[in-house]
Every structure is written in C-alpha cells, then in structure tokens.
C-alpha cells in the first residue's frame, strides 16, 4: 500500500463522484438545456427558480408536472454545488431535541416537525427515486451515529425514547461492547443506529432529478448567475448577464450559496464548508475490518466526521468539518488524512486520491425554512440534511407557489431569523472554529481522564 497523502501529494480537487457524473454532462445533450445565449432565455415565464440543485430541481419537476412553465438558472454548472459534493447519505435528524422544539413552537408544531424530518421526507425520497427510475446506487444501509462519550449515549438514549412517544421511528442503541460488529474502532463509547436511513451516489442522484424536471418540461440554464431582481407590476424581473426574465413568481433554492443578490436571504444563511475526501482503493479484507456493517457513519463530535464506503465498496470516502471557513485544500487533505488515524488508528498508510469541499446552509435556528420574503419564495437552511429535506421541501414549496393545501409544512413555521452581527459573508467563522475545537477538546480531555 502506498503511503498517506501529504501537501506534497496533490490528489484530485474535483469529487470523487463526478468520476462517474460530471454536473456538466447532465444537460449537455438535453434539447431544452440551451445555452447561454441570451436570445435563449425565455421572456416570461410563470416560475423562476434560481439555483439547480437538488431543492431547486425538485421545485421545478412538481411545477412542470402541474403545468407551470418553469425555467432553472444556475451560477455554475446544475449541480456544481453541494448537490454533487455530499457525503450521500440520506436520513435526517436535528441538533434540537423534542423538548427545546416543544419550548420554541408548541407541542403541535414540534410534533410536525419531527415527523416531516424523520419519515415523510425520507419517505418522499425514497418514493422519488422509485417513482423517477433514478439510478443512484441507493442502498437502505441504516446509519451508525458514533457517541463523543459515556455521558452523551445516555442522553441520546433517553432522547430518541421521549421521540419514539410521538414519532414511529426504528431505532436501536448499540452498547460499546458490541460496536465492533458495526464500526472497527474503539474509538466510539456505542453509538445509535437509525437502520432506515441510506445511502446513495450524489451526482447521479442529482442528475437522475434534474432530468426528471426537463422529461416533466422544465427548462434549464447553467452559468446564469441571477444578478438582480425586483418587483413589477405582474411579478418580478430577473436580471441575468445573459438578458432579463420576467416571472410571476421566483423560488430562491441557493442555500450555502446565496449571494449578495438576495442579500435578506443571505443575512440568515451561514454558508459553512465541509471538506470531504476519497483513499485509494483499499482490500476487502482491510475496509471489511474498518466497515463490518457497511453503514452511514456520523459522529456526536462538533467537528462532526462522517463516511462510509463507496458505492463499489472499494474506497473509504470521509468528510469533516476540517474548518468552518475555506482553508487550502492540501490543509484540509492533512486534517482528515489525520482523522482518518485518529478513529482508525490501525489503518496503516493509506493514500487519498480525492480532497474537495463544498458549502452547507446553516440557519441559524438549525432548521430548514420554507416561505416568502419580499414577496420571493425560498426553500433553504437543510443544516447537513440537503439530500434529504431539499427535495422534500423544494416540493413543498412548489406545491405552495401552486396554491395546493398538500404544500402545508411545518417548516413554514420554523424561525429563520438574521442576526444584526451577519451582513453577508461569514465573516464570524473562524471564531466559531475556534470555539467547537475547544469544546471538542474539553470532550476528549473529559473522555480520557
């Protein structure tokens, strides 16, 4: 085996899953793709939606099929973000507890909430990719989430018991004692096991959706950035650096790359990076050591490490939150080169081959949020969970634009709040960095003494 990638060792920038998906190539040969030309982009049309991702193909499907006529723009290429860049896991889960979403919205609300998080949105995806033949190596894995300490299993032991009274979900505790027949590390004080959530490629499961949107008769464009809206007397109109569209209505589903164009929206989205990477193709014999269950795996920990194998089941692919800003990417390649040894410290030498990043949307209430400002729609703020609540609740708020009742959602009636510190670019970052990486340390200190 060769030895660990170092600075000096530049593995690919471009993720591991557009080996097998580029995002460029998904459209490239679509005849309502177009181009970038500026007598392509439609006068008018009844919906724009500015971002091509998952929220925003998901969006533009529901309202093609209702017969809306809907164009898609995009920075970059559809999909170019955080759709292609995941870890591909699916299943969600929130950092508030039954109790702390009782005190927020109500008992009726929480409950909502919960519900919609932990089954319909996992149900809706799992109904979509059947429904759209969407080939994306989906697999229903189950996801292992590994404890930071003794202290922290019993409190999530005693949380998914009070979840279980109003949510009828499948969970198990796995004690540390028999963790090994699921993860092969000590490293973990037992962990939960969440054995409906799953796993699948990104690339191609954004692919599979988008072209889902085109078959329904949604159009799209990529390397069409939205560089001004505002509001006329039928609508809105959209400027583009390729000619200006008028809409009836425009969905904003830009999540962590919300820019300045949309600056109320951008004041209450923390875009924070997460870095990920792909090793080389190790043994059977070694990843079936390391994965013996072959799951989902998370951690309770604030840098918050997660992977799985690959789908070929011939790679460890693993992501962490190396920085919450942008740092250089070979620090980043040696920080999870680093946590690699840490969690499984007989590993031995291992290369990676891949090291990216790509940009999550934080709310700051940890919640998705689905509604109106200025009259503009928006479905953003998954928090981690976009492969699973950004198609759920792109739907939804297409069904909402549409007038439907099956729009109804309780992320309508989440918080999504600004702070008077956030002016745009996250500029507070670091600091929060800094700050996780002493509790984490704190933790470990805690652990081990």
């Known amino acids: 085996m060769t030895s660990a990638s170092t600075g000096s060792e530049r593995p690919d920038t471009d993720p591991y899953w557009w080996e097998a998906q580029r995002p460029e190539t998904t459209v490239a040969d679509t005849a309502n793709a177009g181009d970038d030309l500026a007598e392509d982009l439609p006068d008018r049309v009844d919906v724009l939606v500015v971002g091509a991702g998952l929220t925003g193909a998901s969006a533009a499907r529901t309202l093609a099929k209702n017969g809306a006529s809907v164009l898609m723009i995009d920075a970059e290429a559809p999909g170019h973000g955080a759709s292609s860049r995941n870890g591909g896991m699916v299943g969600t889960g929130y950092r508030l507890s039954l109790d702390q979403l009782t005190e927020r919205h109500g008992a009726e609300t929480a409950h909502a909430l919960l519900r919609e998080a932990h089954i319909d949105s996992l149900d809706f995806v799992k109904a979509l990719i059947r429904d759209e033949a969407i080939d994306c190596d989906f697999d229903v894995t189950g996801r292992f989430s590994g404890q930071r300490s003794a202290a922290v299993y019993e409190e999530t032991a005693r949380s998914f018991e009070r979840l279980q009274t109003v949510v009828p979900i499948r969970w198990e505790m796995i004690p540390r004692d028999r963790q090994r027949a699921e993860i092969g590390t000590d490293f973990y004080h037992g962990g939960l096991l969440l054995p409906d959530h799953a796993a699948l490629h990104p690339a191609k499961y954004h692919a599979g959706l988008l072209t889902a949107a085109l078959r329904a008769g949604a159009r799209v464009r990529g390397h069409t950035p939205m560089t001004g809206i505002r509001r006329t007397g039928t609508g809105f109109s959209i400027k583009t650096p390729h000619g200006v569209v008028q809409a009836d209505d425009v969905l904003m589903a830009t999540n962590g790359y919300t820019t300045a164009a949309m600056r109320s929206l951008q004041r209450r989205i923390v875009p924070v990076r997460s870095y990920v990477a792909a090793t080389e193709p190790l043994s059977a014999n070694l990843l079936g050591a390391l994965m013996p269950g072959r799951r989902m795996i998370v951690e309770t920990r604030n840098r918050h490490c997660y992977y799985r194998l690959s789908p070929d089941g011939t790679r460890l692919v693993f992501g962490a939150r190396a920085a919450l800003s942008q740092i250089p990417q070979a620090s980043a390649t040696r920080i999870i080169h680093g946590l690699i040894q840490e969690i499984f410290p007989d590993i031995g030498p291992v290369r990676l081959t891949h090291s990216w990043s790509g940009r999550l949307g934080f709310s700051f209430a940890l919640m998705p949020h689905v509604g109106r400002i200025d009259g503009v729609w928006h479905a ?55 700050k996780f990486r002493m509790l984490d340390l704190r933790d470990d200190l805690q652990r081990t003494g």
């Open 380 to 434: 953003m703020g998954f928090s981690g969970s976009g492969n699973t609540m950004a198609p759920y609740l792109g739907h939804k708020a297409a069904l909402s634009m549409l007038g439907s009742a099956d729009g109804e959602t309780a992320y309508t009636k989440t918080d999504f709040p600004t702070r008077f510190w956030h002016f745009g670019p996250p500029w507070f970052l670091p600091f929060a960095d800094a």
